[in-house]
């Protein structure tokens, strides 16, 4: 595989894998974005994970290694769907421009290196897409113990929207938001809610996402 994700993350072998979360969303046809715009209906209860507002989009490793702990318990699945936006940079592998090395052997590099941008991002394009007004993810695979840890291009990225392959709960990060949401059983956000290390609150899809 070309794409520059770890190798225990795959495009999805169905490509419909996201369509139930698709259907699921609430219209975006307001001018601000309600927790339902990104969030899918059908759960029995939400919360609000709400982390550093320098890094939006990112849910810090601490509260990802707590949170995927908690979810753990409340899933039969070891593996799940992830969203990842498109519009990260790193898609591509990148060009070095490292003056290592004699002329040749820069230019050889280079030339091996724009071969592999190439082959990423022809790979790139044929994976899987889902499709929300002003996002575009693609759909990709893996364990869930290794979602915080997703990477793209050596660069740490946490997915816009991640689930188990049965559905147990979901957990979405808009990638402008300043919070991560979780929908799951009363059992789930009981859980969450009561984890200090979390700190999160009660949400509802009708609430403005912030």
């Known amino acids: ?26 219209p975006w046809d307001r001018p601000h974005a309600l927790v339902g715009t990104f969030v899918p209906f059908g759960f029995r209860s939400y919360a609000r994970i709400g982390h550093d507002p320098s890094s939006p989009g990112e849910l810090p490793s601490g509260q990802a290694e707590v949170l995927i702990e908690v979810l753990g318990r409340h899933t039969a699945s070891e593996r799940g769907i992830l969203l990842v936006w498109d519009g990260w940079g790193g898609w591509g592998t990148g060009i070095s421009l490292s003056p290592l090395g004699n002329a040749d052997d820069r230019e050889a590099r280079m030339m091996e290196e724009e ?10 394009e044929r994976v899987p897409r889902a499709v929300i007004p002003g996002r575009e993810y693609v759909i990709l695979e893996g364990p869930l113990s290794r979602m915080p840890h997703f990477g793209l291009a050596g660069w740490e990225r946490w997915p816009s929207a991640w689930w188990p392959h049965d559905r147990a709960w979901v957990v979405v990060t808009e990638i402008d938001s300043n919070s991560t949401y979780v929908g799951g059983s009363r059992e789930v956000s009981a859980e969450i809610l009561a984890s200090r290390r979390l700190g ?3 949400a509802d899809l009708a609430d403005p996402i912030e």
């Open 115 to 124: 071969r592999r941008s190439r082959l990423a991002l022809r790979e790139f």
């Open 200 to 202: 999160a609150v009660p």
């Open 1 to 26: 595989m070309s794409l520059p994700i770890p190798p225990e993350f795959t495009p999805a072998r169905d490509p419909e894998s996201a369509a139930w979360f698709i259907s699921s969303l609430s």
